[in-house]
């Protein structure tokens, strides 16, 4: 298994301004992913963060208001740009194996309050 | 598209009692999927995992999941709940690395 560490755990931060989340993990893994946890809800894919280039978005999510960073196999980053109240949320990072019968191991989460 | 669908929203059970949370879900060819629990702000903790064999599956914390092809669920099970349970649970499929979760239960103890 792997083991995820996400910083900062938890911020409130102030409409307009950007907060970046760092995602570590603590074996290689071939797929690191970022979710969105609205309040009371279940999670929501964000985007695959791939090595060395661009993060494949899912719908609904765009690389202006998310960018992603993953230089290399144990470590990405996401930015929450612009940020509104509408923003805060739990942001996860998950990271796995290739292949759809394997799990995704998950970050505590950051969670993020925007004033 | 897959899909994951979870009845409930909220159960509530007595310590002690058995458990049994419903997930059903929608997807054209063999399934891989997933129950995990989510502590209060906590990150998600898998429990167990089905993707081809024995379809009653065992997991920790002594969860055991059940994968029934015709009625297309995957129900999660446990025989006498402890109050450190009471967690949100979600059942998720797997399909290329396209993971899908349900909308979670929310499980309460009741002493």
């Known amino acids: 298994s792997a083991v995820i560490s996400q910083k900062p755990s938890r911020d409130i931060c102030q409409r307009g301004t950007s907060l970046t989340i760092q995602c570590q993990v603590d074996?290689?893994?071939?797929?690191m992913f970022w979710y969105r946890q609205q309040p009371g809800q279940s999670l929501t894919l964000i985007a695959t963060?791939?090595?060395?280039?661009?993060?494949?978005?899912e719908s609904g999510f765009v690389i202006d208001k998310f960018p992603i960073s993953r230089p290399n196999l144990t470590f990405s980053t996401l930015t929450v740009s612009n940020m509104s109240p509408e923003d805060s949320s739990i942001y996860l990072c998950s990271g796995g194996l290739a292949g759809s019968g394997n799990e995704q191991f998950f970050g505590p989460g950051t969670r993020l309050t925007v004033l | 598209a897959q899909s994951v669908t979870q009845p409930d929203i909220h159960i509530t059970v007595s310590e002690g009692a058995s458990l049994e949370l419903r997930c059903n879900y929608s997807?054209?060819?063999?399934?891989?999927l997933f129950w995990y629990v989510q502590s209060p702000g906590q990150g998600l903790q898998l429990l167990l995992k089905?993707?081809?064999?024995?379809?009653l599956v065992q997991g920790i914390k002594g969860f055991e999941a059940e994968f029934k092809r015709s009625q297309s669920s995957f129900n999660l099970r446990k025989p006498s709940v402890h109050w450190s349970d009471a967690a949100e649970y979600f059942c998720?499929?797997?399909?290329?690395?396209?993971?899908?979760f349900g909308a979670g239960t929310r499980l309460t103890v009741k002493p």
């Open positions: 089905y993707f081809s064999g024995d379809t």
């Open positions: 074996s290689q893994v071939t797929m």
């Open positions: 997807y054209g060819a063999t399934p891989y």
């Open positions: 963060a791939n090595q060395g280039s661009e993060a494949t978005y």
């Open positions: 998720a499929v797997n399909n290329n690395n396209d993971m899908r």
